[in-house]
Each structure stands twice: as C-alpha cells, then as structure tokens.
C-alpha cells in the first residue's frame, strides 16, 4: 500500500477490520505520517512501513524479503502504487516514462507472483490491482499510462481464470475506477490544467477505497468505482474504438 490517497484510505479499511498492516512507498517521512495518522484511529495496530523506490529492479524481491523476516503473512496484496504521465508521447520524460513501465508492469508483476505462490499454497488470499477506466480502451495523450492499466486489467483477468479452473480459492480483483481528485496523481502528471478531475465523472479516494473493499468482500473480477460511471461503462463500452479514442481526447483536453 502507499502511503497516502487511495493507498491510505484503504489501510483505514483493513484497519477497522483489525487487519496488521504493511505499508511501502517512497519518501519515508510521508510513510511515518501515514502511519501516525492510522495510530491515531487504533494506538494498538500493528503497522510496519518500509520505505522503497518501487520502480528499481529489485524493489519486489526487497518487499517480499522485508515480509518473510518480519514474520508477516500476507493475507491480502494491494497493488496501487502507481503515477501517471500525460502529454504527446514524444515530447513525454523517456526516463519518467521507463519509470512508470517498471512500476506498473515489471514490479506489479512481481509482488503478485512472489506472494501468489504463498497464497496458493494455503489455498487462501487475495490480490487487488489498481488499474483503471483508462485500461478499456486506448488514450491518446495517456498512451503509456493507459496501456501499463490495459495490462494490469487484463493480466488480473487472466490470472483470476486460471485459479478458478485449478479449483483455487485465491481471488483476484482489478479496480479500474476515473479520475482522482484527491489525490497527487493531477499535480505529479502535470494535469492541472485539463478539466478531467474537476468534471461529473471524477471521484474520490475515500469512494475509490469504499467500493474497492465492498468488492473485495464480494470476490468481485472487476470494479469501477462509483454507480454513475459504471453504468455509463456498460453503455460507452460498445462504442467503436476510434470514436472511444476521440472521446477519451476529449475529455483529457487541456482548458484553454
């Protein structure tokens, strides 16, 4: 889990179901706020914190170690670390970019594999990825960021299939909900000035995390957080790529 937005109104959740906590991201002073804000609502829970770089190669292997020496079984993985990019793909940061590639592929992948081992194993867990609306079709000037969400969404999917044909009682959820608002995602990808966090169809963390975890209870595939966008979903999904192209730009304009 991260240490604030979603990632933190989450952790509140597990909290309230006395789950002990394990919470990684980067910088460490906004993990110990995050951690004391927790405290706050139960002096007595168990949380650790580990502060780590996601997007370096052995940043999975160091979460998993981190876990395995602390004696902590993991019960219930929550993949949101994440950040987005925005702009015409060639005048995009390559680096920020290569980045946002290792974090949403290469080490989501990862910790889903090292802890989905365990879980399968005790025939017992779950996994919860954050994708995204931006995963159901493509978007020009979120190219990037929506094709890393296209492959949470569908690997998520696919892994969900295989364990329930093996008999597992592994679950996994993908949670694809829109825009943000509460959160560093509009400043960090430099969206200030579009009109996607301010429009009816954006939403929140503390309704990201509410229905992310109703979801989670249910053994849900697939949740798009908030009633009107996911009825909307179901209409919009039959839509012609091209024109969900054009409608995706459209919303991701900048104000002029």
């Known amino acids: 889990m991260a240490q604030g937005g979603i990632g933190l109104a989450l952790a509140k959740l597990f909290l309230s179901d006395n789950y002990r906590l ?3 991201a980067n910088p460490e ?3 110990i706020r995050a951690k004391a804000v927790l405290q706050e609502i139960d002096p007595d829970a168990e949380i650790f914190i580990l502060a780590k770089d996601l997007t370096e190669s052995r940043a999975a292997l160091d979460v998993y170690q ?6 902590l079984q993991v019960d219930v993985l929550v993949n949101c670390a994440g950040f987005g990019t925005y702009g015409f793909v060639g005048e995009i940061d390559i680096g920020r970019e290569m980045d946002m590639l290792k974090l949403h592929i290469c080490t989501f992948y990862y910790l889903t594999r090292l802890y989905l081992n365990e879980m399968i194993r005790r025939d017992q867990g779950q996994i919860i990825n954050l994708s995204s609306i931006t995963a159901f079709q493509p978007n020009p000037f979120m ?3 929506g094709a890393t969400k296209s492959f949470i969404l569908q690997f998520s999917r696919a892994l969900r299939f295989e364990l329930k044909e093996r008999g597992s009682q592994v679950q996994v959820l993908a949670v694809c909900p829109t825009a943000v608002k509460d959160t560093g995602f509009q ?5 200030e000035n579009t009109g996607t966090f301010s429009c009816w169809l954006s939403t929140n963390a503390d309704t990201v995390a509410r229905d992310t975890y109703n979801a989670m209870r249910r053994g849900q595939e697939v949740v798009i957080p908030g009633k009107r966008f996911s009825i909307l979903h179901s209409l919009v999904g039959l839509l012609p790529a091209y024109l969900l192209m054009k409608i995706s730009r459209a919303h991701l304009k900048e104000k002029h």
């Open 22 to 24: 394990v919470l990684v």
């Open 143 to 145: 190219a990037t960021y």
């Open 29 to 31: 002073d906004e993990l």
């Open 187 to 191: 400043s960090n990808a430099c969206m």
């Open 66 to 71: 981190f876990t395995v020496e602390n004696d």
